[in-house]
């Protein structure tokens, strides 16, 4: 069935340092991964988002990329800040008409001061 | 504006009871979803309706039953309550492709 993986569960960095986080999915008709932040207590809100036909996307402090052919995709923080500290989910929305978007395990991140 | 809106934020029950949880989306979108979070804050799909007709049915449990009487207008009953349904349940919505989320509904059942 369809899965998406993400690492690491847990990810300390130092305040100002970069952040990556990696998922990968199963289904081939995937075709739009979006990344999501939860804050404690919060719902889940959209970060930034990459289709399938682009391999990179940028803004500001956060990236995207994305290797359809290995179906990896990645998401990069830089110069990190406390208020970074929270869950990341990335997920992957199938094409196949259901619009099912299929979630990570998530990353909890801790910007350290 | 609150988009995505679900009612109650805070559910407390006892075991066997049946309780409701509501959702309402003012974005104009033809698909809804109700997503579990469990304490691991695993992000589950349960149901999924597009334009009132339910395209996504998970694993779950036949005491889970989703109702869309229009397509702003998601509801969850859930009968007989046992403590592992104990969890945050998010409703959600979408167009076309950016997923919108509601503030969750905490479900407690003692």
């Known amino acids: 069935g369809e899965n998406v993986e993400q690492h690491p569960s847990t990810l300390s960095v130092q305040e100002g340092d970069s952040a990556v986080i990696k998922c990968t999915y199963s289904d081939s008709a995937s075709n739009y991964f979006p990344w999501y932040k939860q804050e404690l207590g919060k719902r889940p809100q959209l970060i930034i988002d990459i289709r399938s036909n682009v391999g990179e996307k940028k803004d500001q402090r956060i990236a995207v990329t994305l290797n359809k052919t290995a179906k990896h995709f990645s998401l990069h923080i830089t110069e990190t800040q406390p208020e970074d500290s929270a869950v990341y989910f990335c997920?992957?929305?199938?094409?196949?008409?259901?619009?099912?978007?299929?979630f990570g395990t998530g990353t909890r991140l801790k910007v350290l001061a | 504006d609150t988009a995505v809106s679900q009612t109650p934020k805070y559910l407390v029950t006892q075991m066997g009871n049946d309780k409701s949880i509501k959702c309402e989306q003012n974005l104009g979108h033809d698909t809804m979803y109700w997503y579990k979070q469990d304490s691991k804050k695993f992000l589950k799909i349960m149901f999924s309706?597009?334009?009132?007709?339910?395209?996504i049915n998970e694993t779950v449990p036949n005491r889970f039953s989703p109702k869309s009487p229009d397509k702003a207008h998601l509801n969850l009953h859930i009968n007989s309550l046992e403590l592992g349904d104990s969890a945050v349940y998010f409703c959600?919505?979408?167009?076309?492709?950016?997923?919108?989320f509601g503030s969750g509904t905490q479900l407690s059942v003692l």
């Open positions: 309706y597009n334009n009132k007709e339910l395209i």
């Open positions: 997920a992957a929305r199938s094409n196949s008409g259901t619009y099912k978007y299929i």
């Open positions: 959600a919505s979408s167009q076309t492709e950016k997923l919108f």
